[in-house]
């Protein structure tokens, strides 16, 4: 008894009632525990803690607490791991996938060294690097194809099992839950390239590899196996059951890959596979790079998949999250951040430009033609960088205006009264509070401040180029009509999705309304643009002036002949162009055979009537209205309209009073006071009591349950 | 400790649970009854913080679970009608697992998690594999749980559910036990045997609105007064036969039924009804031993209050 008085001690602080002393007292028949556990644990409350002396993985365990204490302690990965380390599954799979991988490379060591024959052995570094690539392949398709697996079924298990429930009413945040969930999967994966440390080594002995070659490619598997795993991670959150985790892992993945190893592959080929295959244009390619785009080379994708890693993390804490908790806050600051870096990394890029730094500087006392040229083509690449940065600040908008916007109208009550509690200058706060209405806030606000930024940075570098014969619209005319254009379109999209989201009230649906629209707009008109002809100018039913593709086309280049008439909407057509030019090119009465009118073919390019003409032609060309400017206006309306619809105006963009949850629900019929004892009448019909089924992957709060 | 207040759960037109209200004192346990698909579960999800009501509000122990419900998981053990436990690990690590999930601090964890295997009598499982384990000890393993870091409420859905009569007759005493310690227990069930030993305090619910709430007597009382149709239990000392012919013979009596020497009469009258039925034996030479107002059980109560409609 003493003892158990002493373990009631140690009882939590916020234990409050004390109830678990008593539950101890209470208890003085059942059978005493262990004594290895009372007696050690009593003596845990005053004297050290288990940890100093050793009870509990002693002074290591001390040590590595202090900067890896939240590892150490952190429940879910312990769990996971216990379990997975005494799972068969797992001592199975990972022996197969060792075994399978030794055998391999035991394959290839020999096919090579067994080649030529025993007079004609192979250079033995031609043989490390293949087995060390044979390797890296290997290893690759294991973490990509293999882990994922494991990965993708660590939360659809919670709720297949039915501990769901249990887990989320814990003191655990979901962020705690999906880090630990993480954390757990990325182990796995990381056992298995320790495991096949030795393997690689194999490799190592044949040469031809040097160490760096080995830690950059296991980092970059690292790299690759975090971002897999999120995104199994992901799936799993964001399905109801394991068979459809799987499916989305494996059939997302793909795409999933694109956009994440296209910066990290051309990283890792540049400054790896190059070097080792001995590519050596790659080689000189990057030797082209100054130190500082090389540091770019690396920061830029490693930045990216930073915050592709972290927004996967935080799409799978959102799934997590009951509907009243607070979605959005975290993606628009990271929205912000990410916006804010590829603007950083896009100035970057365009200021340390390999073909445009130091021209300037190197300028001769007198400009020499080939020097002009070279300012030329600096300039054309620079005015490409810039032209490629409005269309990534396009993208990332657009994608914004359409995920913010179609978030769900109706606020949880809590973050409701807590935006309701915003006042003064604090109120600017709520464009990161959730709700369509604040999520056109946030993108109305982002566009005004990025778009103009940019244009202003272009206007200062791209200048007012006037390179006719480039091809491209005069550089400070296309920046204006692009800025422009973009600010109406990204205005557009966010008040369509803003117009949408009440009457849809579902947040995926409402984007996928959003999106559909957008791709078909985008499309349509390049299909016709395809097939229709080039020398007229576009009819209305083309719809050029809706495509966002041929807007920037429009906005960025010029017409070079007189029949690239195609994006204009007014003006002359190409063949009355061409009758112009043709009767700028008739000789004088006199000249030539009399009573027969000469072919302008006749004529030299060098003829000055012929310049003439020409020179009319092109002027005649670039006549009329463009397409951008049309869809610049076409835009701006359409956004306009959809405001006045939305009845969101300039004064509501400082902010409006939040909307509340859903109107309480009709109060039932009169029906008897409590204990009366009667039943209720036909009149409440309306509260069925077997609820609809929910999908199974809808969020906890969706779902009816028959109680 | 709880208190449910017009309480409204709509699921896109379907409301799932209308208007609750009811109270829970400190100490109570308040035994939430309802036929299948009644709304007990959600009403219990939403106090669990699980779900958010869409109208109403609910506080346990002053904390609200719309705009605190972190505070409130702290407060609240919570145990719902189906879970599984993790595979793959021991008693005392599936407990563990938990106590670090509530923050309870390493150095506490152990005796707190002995405390309340001790408690559930699961001392002697401590090593043993979670999944190997009986559907009873589960149950207790849950229990545990949910115990674990000592809340004050603790919210039990159908906790005995698949539960052997020994199981059920252990899991009740458990929570007498607990009910001692000073925890307010809120235990939903439709098996109503189940909770009318250990409730003091019923909510009645169907089709999501709450029918009748407050202790059994009060709700068999109020039932009893507005029933037009009364009961009592006359014992006589012999002829019994004898006393059913006098009864039934009395203009307000309905029914008797005998019972050997026990008469169950049905009557519609009022509190002076009883004693002129008593006279008119006592002048018929019947000896009568004893009376005694009928009240109803749980489940009369329960099949009165119910309609047993289900959408």
Not at chain 1, 286 to 315: I, M, Q
Not at chain 2, 213 to 240: D, F, H, P
């Amino acid at each position: 008894m003493s003892e158990r008085d002493d373990t009631t001690a140690a009882t939590p602080p916020g234990s409050g009632d004390g109830a678990t002393t008593s539950a101890a007292t209470a208890t003085a028949e059942t059978p005493a525990p262990p004594a290895e556990s009372t007696t050690a644990d009593g003596g845990a409350v005053t004297a050290p803690a288990p940890s100093a002396i050793g009870g509990e993985g002693g002074q290591l365990r001390t040590l590595l607490s202090v900067p890896f204490g939240w590892i150490l302690d952190d429940p879910i990965l312990l769990k996971e791991l216990r379990a997975a380390f005494r799972r068969r599954r797992f001592l199975v799979a990972m022996t197969s996938l060792l075994s399978l991988t030794a055998l391999v490379l035991l394959i290839a060591i020999f096919m090579w060294t067994e080649q030529g024959g025993s007079n004609n052995r192979p250079d033995p570094t031609k043989i490390g690097r293949t087995v060390f690539f044979a390797f890296s392949v290997i290893q690759a398709i294991v973490t990509f194809l293999v882990f994922p697996a494991f990965s993708c079924m660590s939360i659809t298990e919670e709720r297949s099992n039915k501990s769901f429930d249990l887990l989320i009413t814990t003191c655990l945040p979901a962020h705690r839950i999906v880090r630990g969930k993480f954390l757990a999967s990325f182990v796995y994966c990381f056992t298995f390239m320790a495991a096949t440390l030795p393997l690689v080594s194999l490799a190592f002995l044949f040469g031809g590899v040097t160490p760096s070659d080995i830690a950059l490619t296991y980092l970059a598997q690292g790299v690759s196996a975090a971002l897999v795993t999120a995104f199994a991670i992901f799936a799993s959150s964001a399905c109801g059951t394991t068979a459809r985790a799987i499916v989305l892992t494996y059939l997302g993945m793909w795409p999933f890959y694109l956009v994440i190893f296209g910066p990290l592959g051309a990283m890792i080929h540049y400054l790896v596979i190059a070097p080792l295959a001995g590519d050596q244009a790659s080689v000189e390619l990057l030797d082209s790079y100054s130190t500082a785009n090389k540091t770019l080379l690396v920061v830029g994708p490693v930045g990216f998949l930073v915050f592709v890693f972290v927004l996967l993390f935080c799409l799978a804490v959102n799934r997590l999250k009951p509907l009243s908790g607070n979605k959005s806050t975290a993606l628009r600051i990271l929205f912000v951040l990410f916006v804010i870096f590829g603007l950083a990394m896009g100035v970057a890029f365009a200021e340390l430009n390999h073909e445009t730094v130091g021209i300037e500087e190197l300028a001769p006392t007198k400009p020499t033609h080939e020097w002009l040229e070279k300012i030329k083509a600096a300039e054309r690449s620079r005015s490409d960088l810039i032209r490629s940065l409005f269309r990534i600040v396009a993208l990332v908008l657009v994608a914004g205006a359409i995920v913010f916007t179609g978030e769900e109208g109706e606020l949880p009550r809590r973050i409701a009264e807590r935006l309701g509690r915003l006042r003064g200058p604090w109120r600017v706060l709520s464009i990161f509070y959730p709700g369509d209405r604040n999520g056109l806030r946030f993108i109305t606000w982002i566009t005004l401040l990025v778009v103009p930024a940019v244009t202003l940075y272009s206007l200062y570098r791209i200048g007012l180029i006037d390179d006719a014969a480039s091809g491209w619209r005069p550089g400070g005319e296309a920046v204006a009509w692009s800025c422009l254009w973009l600010i109406a379109f990204v205005l557009f999209v966010a008040q369509l999705g803003h117009f949408l989201s009440p009457v849809i009230r579902h947040g995926v649906y409402t984007r996928l309304w959003i999106v559909f629209p957008l791709v078909a707009a985008t499309i349509y008109p390049v299909f016709w643009f395809m097939i229709g002809s080039h020398d007229v100018p576009s009819r209305i039913y083309h719809a050029y002036y809706l495509s966002p593709a041929l807007v920037d086309y429009s906005a960025w280049s010029e017409p070079q002949s007189w029949n690239q008439r195609s994006l204009y909407m007014t003006g002359p057509t190409g063949e009355e162009i061409r009758i112009e030019r043709d009767r700028l090119l008739v000789p004088e009465e006199g000249v030539g055979a009399p009573g027969r009118r000469p072919s302008p073919t006749y004529r030299y390019q060098d003829d000055p009537r012929t310049r003439t003409a020409e020179a009319r032609a092109l002027q005649l060309a670039r006549s009329g209205v463009p397409v951008h400017a049309v869809s610049t206006l076409v835009y701006a309306l359409l956004a306009i309209a959809l405001a006045l619809w939305n009845g969101v105006i300039v004064a509501r963009l400082w902010g409006a009073p939040p909307k509340t949850g859903r109107p309480r629900a009709p109060p039932a019929k009169e029906k008897p006071s409590s204990a009366e004892g009667a039943a209720p009448d036909g009149a409440s019909d309306a509260a069925t009591e077997a609820a609809p089924d929910a999908p199974a992957d809808a969020p906890a709060d969706t779902k009816p349950d028959a109680g | 400790m709880i208190h449910v207040q017009h309480l409204t759960k709509d699921y896109e037109g379907f409301i799932a649970v209308r208007d609750v209200t009811f109270d829970v004192s400190e100490g109570d346990i308040f035994g939430f009854i309802g036929p299948n698909g009644a709304g007990k579960t959600t009403t219990i999800r939403m106090l669990a913080t699980l779900i958010e009501p869409t109208d109403g509000a609910a506080t346990i122990g002053g904390l609200s679970v719309i705009d605190d419900p972190d505070a409130v998981r702290r407060t609240i053990g919570y145990m719902p009608d189906y879970y599984g436990v993790y595979d793959g690990i021991t008693v005392e690590e599936y407990l563990d697992f938990f106590a670090a999930a509530y923050d309870i601090p390493r150095r506490q964890r152990r005796p707190t998690i002995g405390d309340v295997m001790d408690l559930c009598d699961l001392g002697n499982l401590r090593h043993k594999l979670v999944e190997g384990l009986s559907k009873g000890m589960k149950q207790r393993l849950c229990l545990a749980k949910t115990l674990v870091h000592d809340p004050k409420v603790l919210i039990l859905d159908e906790p005995a559910a698949g539960l052997d009569p020994r199981a059920r007759i252990e899991l009740r005493a458990l929570l007498k036990e607990l009910s001692s310690m000073g925890k307010t227990i809120l235990i939903s069930s439709h098996i109503l045997t189940e909770l009318s030993d250990i409730c003091n305090t019923v909510g009645i619910i169907e089709r999501g609105e709450i029918l009748a709430t407050g202790l059994v007597t009060e709700i068999s009382n109020k039932l009893s007064e507005r029933s037009e149709t009364r009961g009592v239990k006359i014992v006589v000392l012999a002829n019994a036969a004898e006393a059913e012919a006098i009864l039934t013979g009395e203009g307000e009596v309905v029914a008797v039924h005998r019972e050997g020497r026990e008469l169950h009469v049905a009557y519609q009258g009022d509190d002076k009804t009883v004693p002129r039925l008593v006279r008119r034996l006592v002048m018929g030479e019947i000896d009568v031993c004893g009376v005694t107002e009928e009240r109803e059980d749980l489940e009369t109560i329960f099949m009165k209050v119910t309609t047993g409609q289900v959408a």
